[in-house]
């Protein structure tokens, strides 16, 4: 069965520091898909990021950055300089080519001015 | 490009009662999924299509929970009869190739 865990239900940090969110996940497929989402308080689901089993090049977009290890089963997330507009739920997820989506219990992080 | 169109975006009935869920999904999204998200959890997967067919409904209460997509485009999902334990945000989302999801508004529900 496939599993994502997300351990840190929430984090605090003051606007322009670093934040990591971490994810962990399980599967015993060789091909599968792993997601990062931002669920703002509006509420809506917003996609960062889709990586591929077979691209563990890491990932950086503005602020953003993803890192990718499968000898640890994790895809981690990296906000830099953080800012308000960053407070949301942020959701780990997995999928084995496009079906059995499953989603971590999310990070909730608050940036405070 | 328009978004994916959910309706109502909040309902509250008794229990015991019925209700159903519309979506429209992004023109030309093959795929369309419906989630279930319980207050601080992660969304749920209840069923995903493929065009009109069911390609994953493994965790779809299917004693009360039904769902269609009788030409391929928007769908419904509905509860029958609603318990207390129904009670979450009801997310569609659609995708074009199986893999980014566009979600939509979602429906909160409110069982009483």
């Known amino acids: 069965a496939q599993k994502v865990t997300q351990a840190q239900t929430e984090i605090s940090v003051v606007e322009k520091e670093d934040v990591t969110l971490d994810c962990v996940y399980e599967?015993?497929?060789?091909?599968?898909?792993l997601f990062w989402y931002k669920q703002p308080p509006s509420g809506e689901l917003v996609f960062l990021i889709r990586?591929?089993?077979?691209?563990?090049q890491n990932e950086i977009s503005g602020r953003y950055s993803w890192n990718f290890q499968k000898s640890t089963s994790s895809f981690n997330f990296t906000i830099t300089a953080s800012q308000v507009v960053d407070s949301a739920v942020y959701f780990c997820?997995?999928?084995?080519?496009?079906?059995?989506?499953?989603f971590g219990p999310g990070t909730r992080l608050s940036v405070l001015p | 490009e328009a978004g994916v169109a959910q309706s109502p975006r909040y309902k509250i009935i008794e229990k015991r009662q019925s209700v159903a869920f519309w979506c429209n999904p992004i023109?030309?999204?093959?795929?369309l999924y419906w989630y279930q998200q319980i207050l601080g959890q992660g969304p749920k997967l209840l069923i995903q299509?493929?065009?009109?067919?069911?390609?994953?409904d493994s965790q779809l209460p299917k004693d009360r929970f039904s769902a269609e997509r009788l030409k391929g485009v928007d769908s419904t999902l509905k509860i029958q009869p609603a318990k207390l334990e129904d009670s979450a945000v009801y997310l569609c989302?659609?995708?074009?190739?199986?893999?980014?999801?566009?979600f939509g508004p979602g429906t909160r529900l409110t069982v009483l």
């Open positions: 989302a659609s995708s074009f190739s199986g893999r980014e999801q566009f």
């Open positions: 599967t015993r497929d060789t091909t599968y898909y």
């Open positions: 990586r591929n089993s077979f691209d563990e």
């Open positions: 997820a997995l999928a084995n080519y496009g079906q059995n989506f499953v």
């Open positions: 023109s030309g999204h093959a795929t």
């Open positions: 299509f493929q065009n009109n067919g069911v390609v994953d």
